[in-house]
Structure formats: structure tokens, C-alpha cells
């Protein structure tokens, strides 16, 4: 996987669970590349392919990916990779 400065959010227009990434990160200050797989296969195919599954959201930032997750699961997740908590300013 190639790393990004910037993280990436795949979304699904309509999706509870994005909306709710969306706000949450947009809360902490984090800014994102959002991505919507739905219109775009291209962003359909990568998704699939960095985290073998096709559900939304699903963030990623360099080696760092959580599929398929609700904001508590994020943050457990990121509880896990401190480095990438504090490189993403998140509290």
C-alpha cells in the first residue's frame, strides 16, 4: 500500500455510518480526500482491494485502515496506533 499525507474516506452517499465518520473527523480537524464508491468504480476496485470487502466507511491513511466501522470502532482502533493518532491530531 502506498502511503498518503492525506487520508482517505470511502464513502457511500446515504450511508448512517459515513455521515457519522464524516462529522466525527471533521470534528477533530482531520482533513480527508473522501472518496464515494458508488459513483466512481475506480474508487470501488480500490477499496476492495486494500481491504478485501465492499462496505462503507472505510478510512485508510498510509498503513493504516479500518474497514466497515462505526466512529467507537475507529477509536478503538486507533487506540491501537498511537503514532497515527497523534500524526492525524486526533484527541
Same mark, same amino acid.
Given at each position: 500500500?502506498?502511503?498518503?499525507? =492525506?487520508?482517505?474516506?470511502? +464513502?457511500?452517499? @446515504?450511508? &448512517? ?13 482531520? @482533513?480527508?480526500? =473522501? ?10 476496485? $480500490? ?5 478485501? $470487502? =465492499?462496505? =462503507? &466507511? ?13 466512529? @467507537? ?11 497515527? $493518532? $497523534?500524526?492525524?491530531? +486526533?484527541?
Amino acid at each position: 500500500m502506498k502511503s498518503s499525507d =492525506t487520508p482517505i474516506l470511502y +464513502i457511500k452517499d @446515504g450511508c &448512517p455510518w459515513c455521515a457519522e465518520a464524516l462529522s466525527y473527523f471533521k470534528g477533530q480537524g482531520v @482533513g480527508l480526500e =473522501t472518496r464515494e464508491v458508488r459513483r466512481n468504480k475506480v474508487f470501488m476496485e $480500490q477499496m476492495m482491494n486494500l481491504s478485501g $470487502q =465492499t462496505k =462503507t &466507511p472505510t478510512f485508510v491513511y498510509g498503513e493504516f485502515l479500518v474497514a466497515d466501522f462505526d466512529v @467507537g470502532e475507529f477509536k478503538a482502533a486507533l487506540q491501537k496506533a498511537p503514532a497515527v $493518532q $497523534q500524526a492525524l491530531g +486526533i484527541r
